[in-house]
């Protein structure tokens, strides 16, 4: 069965913390896609990366980064020197090349708050 | 512009009246879903499309109808809505299983 777990409901930091949101997946496909997507509060979803199980190199891009760790089945996102914009729900979320190809499943998501 | 529009926006309806939520994108994009919001339960996917007259059920289709007649506009037809179906439903395309989705603007949905 495919899922993803994110654990932490809400989080909240200050302006300049660092913050990490973990996300953990289970799959049984040798081959997968996992995302991470923003909603913001108004509410639209933002794609912000995706990583395939073949590449397990760490993505920088700005104050974003993703550390992919197969041996954990996790893919965790990082917002370094976080601001007031960063604030909104996100959501990690799997697709398999198995059986359910065609099939995206979403964490329950984690609502950061960043306060100023 | 790229992008995929959902109509409408905002819908306030009565058990058992049917309704039609409206989705098309102009990215000719093949692959199409539904998805539903519920707050603590993240999106769950309803249907999806890989291609014209191609469809198939999410974790959640219970309710809900779709169609693929071209391959740029899939509806969800909710033929008897219910309570329970209140919600906010996002469509998204790709331009494949691989890439990431473009999401439409949402549409909140309330069944009285």
């Known amino acids: 069965a495919q899922k993803v777990t994110q654990a932490q409901t809400e989080i909240s930091v200050v302006e300049k913390e660092d913050v990490t949101l973990d996300c953990v997946y289970e799959?049984?496909?040798?081959?997968?896609?996992l995302f991470w997507y923003k909603q913001p509060p108004s509410g639209e979803l933002v794609f912000l990366i995706r990583?395939?199980?073949?590449?397990?190199q760490n993505e920088i891009s700005g104050r974003y980064s993703w550390n992919f760790q197969k041996s954990t089945s996790s893919f965790n996102f990082t917002i370094t020197a976080s601001q007031v914009v960063d604030s909104a729900v996100y959501f990690c979320a799997l697709r398999g090349r198995g059986s359910t190809l065609g099939r995206l499943y979403f964490g329950r998501g984690t609502q950061l708050t960043v306060w100023p | 512009e790229a992008q995929v529009t959902q109509n409408p926006r905002y819908l306030i309806t009565v058990t058992g009246k049917k309704l039609t939520v409206t989705c098309s994108q102009n990215?000719?994009?093949?692959?199409m879903s539904w998805y539903r919001q519920d707050p603590g339960l993240g999106l769950r996917q309803i249907y999806y499309?890989?291609?014209?007259?191609?469809?198939d059920k999410g974790d959640v289709p219970e309710g809900y109808k779709v169609s693929r007649k071209e391959k740029r506009n899939f509806p969800l037809i909710l033929e008897s809505p219910s309570p329970n179906q209140t919600s906010l439903y996002f469509c998204a395309s790709s331009s494949d299983l691989y890439n990431e989705q473009f999401f439409g603007p949402g549409t909140r949905l309330t069944v009285l």
């Open positions: 990583r395939n199980s073949f590449d397990e």
């Open positions: 799959t049984r496909d040798t081959t997968y896609y």
């Open positions: 499309s890989m291609n014209v007259e191609v469809t």
């Open positions: 990215m000719n994009h093949e692959y």
